[in-house]
């Protein structure tokens, strides 16, 4: 599964579909404030998400900063997770503007990169990540709580945002929108376990800990597992700072 992500990725400390109207869409504007207001996740079928590879794994680097020797595994991660029951992905995108829920361009350029992205999938036995915390959580805690966090699960794989794009609500979005009308009873997650951006954006948006100072295998890092009832239950979204506080 998304944080300093290895095998299984979600979001490093730090590291919104089309509405009712039919109007003419305004002009977009390739600008910061374009930006700023972009924060509408867009869905990617599997043949879009397998087709912007370099470029979800050029956010993924860019938020993460892996060693440049684990990339080609996991874009491969990315592509077999790409073939799971239940997969959808989100995008937002740089240079977009949203009008009436849609976003648009001013039909003379090409929609700018991918700033963030957002994917996951039905949990299902024969999974890594699935197997692996089902049997810390059955060790830890008894096999009756794994079943009821995993059996009907959503796995919130990766969140990922670009550096150069935090504090704008992105990440939010990205993971309200993966979870949306999602039939499974729960959603599970991995983050580091530290009090960083990521850990405490989950925690906002209603996930609780399973597992604390769990190292998967391969790694000595600390992770929290997380898991939240769906639907998701966000406390609400922080209010900008005014201009009287600046």
């Not at 999938?121 to 008894?142: I, M, P």
Request: hydrophobic share 40%.
């Amino acid at each position: 599964m998304s944080s300093r992500l290895h095998l299984s990725s979600k979001l490093q400390g730090g590291s919104d579909k089309t509405g009712p109207g039919r109007s003419e869409p305004t002009a977009a504007c390739h600008t910061l404030a374009a930006v700023q207001g972009t924060t509408s996740p867009r869905e990617l079928s599997q043949a879009a998400f397998l087709a912007e590879l370099d470029a979800l794994t050029a956010v993924y680097q860019a938020a993460m900063k892996p060693d440049p020797v684990q990339i080609p595994g996991r874009r491969s991660i990315m592509e077999r997770h790409a073939s799971y029951a239940g997969f959808r992905a989100l995008a937002v995108t740089d240079g977009l503007e949203v009008t009436d829920g849609l976003e648009v361009t001013d039909g003379h350029e090409e929609p700018g990169r991918i700033i963030g992205f957002s994917y996951g999938f039905r949990g299902a036995d024969g999974q890594w990540w699935h197997d692996v915390v089902a049997a810390a959580l059955t060790a830890r805690s008894g096999r009756g709580l794994a079943t009821a966090w995993l059996a009907d699960s959503l796995e919130v794989a990766e969140v990922h945002v670009h550096p150069e794009f935090h504090r704008r609500g992105i990440g939010r979005s990205l993971v309200l929108g993966l979870a949306a009308g999602r039939s499974e009873r729960t959603a599970v997650l991995s983050t580091q376990d530290a009090n960083v951006p990521a850990r405490r954006l989950y925690t906002r948006l209603g996930f609780a800990d399973l597992l604390t100072g769990y190292s998967f295998p391969g790694t000595a890092i600390p992770y929290a597992v997380m898991g939240a009832v769906l639907p998701l239950r966000p406390a609400p979204a922080p209010s900008p700072p005014s201009r009287s506080s600046r």
